[in-house]
Every structure is written in C-alpha cells, then in structure tokens.
T-cell receptor, first 115, second 115 residues
Framework: AQSVTQLGSHVSVSEGALVLLRCNYSSSVPPYLFWYVQYPNQGLQLLLKYTSAATLVKGINGFEAEFKKSETSFHLTKPSAHMSDAAEYFCAVTPTSGSARQLTFGSGTQLTVLP | GAGVSQSPSNKVTEKGKDVELRCDPISGHTALYWYRQSLGQGLEFLIYFQGNSAPDKSGLPSDRFSAERTGGSVSTLTIQRTQQEDSAVYLC???FGQGNYNEQFFGPGTRLTVL
C-alpha cells in the first residue's frame, strides 16, 4: 500500500525567503506524485505533478519540485515566498498501474508567510 | 469555463438524520471522486466513478454511506443516520480520461456539521 509523509505540519517563512515543503512516499514502485494547494474555504488546486518524465517539475505560481527516487522524495520549493502563498499544501500519490485511481494524501503542511 | 460545483456549501443536521450532498463535475469529465476532509483523519478517499463501470467503493467507511452517479454526470453522496463523527468537509473531484496521471479538479466542498 502507498503512503505519503509530509514532515512539518506547520512551516513559517519570511516574505522573500525560500520555501521548502517536504514530502516522502512509500511504495514498492515509484508512483505518480502531485502537489495541491488549498486556500481557506476552497477546494484543492493542482500546483504540479510528476508523471515519470522530467524529474524536475515546474508548476504554477513559481513552485517547483524534484523527484528523487533514491530518497523517495518529492519536496516542493519556491525561491522567494510571497504573502499570497500562505495556504495549506498537500502532497499526494497515485499508482502508475493497477485499478486504483484515487489519490492518497499526506497530512498537509500549513505555510505561514511573515511580513 | 465552469469548474466542479457542489451543493449545499454548508449543511447542519441533527444526529440520526439522512443527508444528500450533490456534485456537478466538469462537463466531459468521465471520472468522478468523493473525498472527505476532517481534522482527525485528513483527506480520505471515499468512492470513485469511471464512465459506466462499477464504482470503486473501497473507501466508504460504513454501509451508512452510499453514492450514485446519474447519466454519467451529476453525483449524489448520501449519508444515512448521520453520526457526529461524520462531521467533515466532503470534496468532489472530476478528471478527464482513465489515466492516473490526469489532474483531478476539486470542487469547493460541502461542510457537514452533525449536531
């Protein structure tokens, strides 16, 4: 069975500082990997996804993530935080084969951006 | 274009009552998912529909939960004899095609409160 671990339920950064949100997966075969963002009282919005192509994936709003098979990681980064980045971020996985289609989510990381 | 819509946005009910939650997916999307988001359990998969195939009900927590999808479009999630632990935000998502790599587009959710 697949699982996702997000280290740090809360992360605070200063405006303009680097954002690093950690995600590690556990599965025998590397899955497809996704990062979603959730703003207050809204649904989830896809930031980026890894689907076995390039290991460095660029997404919306200046975010990117690097798939590292040796570390079973898919950490999300942004060089310079903006106040509008404050939200909850979820890493999710889904298998690359088999009948299951649903996403398995991590527990989420609440990002606070300090002025 | 129109995204995934859900109704009602908020629902307050008394313990033991039945509730119905509605999801209108993006037009043309063949896959539809229901997830539940609660403080204690995070984001959990409930049920998945793909075209005319039998739904994947593996995430439904009890037989009090059921869902249907009429005409391959609108879906209704029904919770019978609601319990306080059913209080959560219920999220619907849809995607195009059968590939797991396809983005799931999420609705804003229905916040259910069981008194």
């Amino acid at each position: 069975a697949q699982s996702v671990t997000q280290l740090g339920s809360h992360v605070s950064v200063s405006e303009g500082a680097l954002v690093l949100l950690r995600c590690n997966y556990s599965s025998s075969v590397p899955p497809y990997l996704f990062w979603y963002v959730q703003y207050p009282n809204q649904g989830l919005q896809l930031l980026l996804k890894y689907t076995s192509a390039a290991t460095l994936v660029k997404g919306i709003n200046g975010f990117e993530a690097e798939f590292k098979k040796s570390e079973t990681s898919f950490h999300l980064t942004k060089p310079s935080a903006h106040m509008s980045d404050a939200a909850e971020y979820f890493c999710a996985v889904t298998p690359t084969s088999g009948s299951a289609r649903q996403l398995t989510f991590g527990s989420g990381t609440q990002l606070t951006v300090l002025p | 274009g129109a995204g995934v819509s859900q109704s009602p946005s908020n629902k307050v009910t008394e313990k033991g009552k039945d509730v119905e939650l509605r999801c209108d997916p993006i037009s043309g999307h063949t896959a539809l998912y229901w997830y539940r988001q609660s403080l204690g359990q995070g984001l959990e998969f409930l049920i998945y529909f793909q075209g005319n195939s039998a739904p994947d009900k593996s995430g439904l927590p009890s037989d009090r939960f059921s869902a249907e999808r009429t005409g391959g479009s609108v879906s209704t999630l029904t919770i019978q004899r609601t319990q306080q632990e059913d209080s959560a935000v219920y999220l619907c998502a849809s995607s195009f095609g059968q590939g797991n790599y396809n983005e799931q587009f999420f609705g804003p959710g229905t916040r259910l409160t069981v008194l």
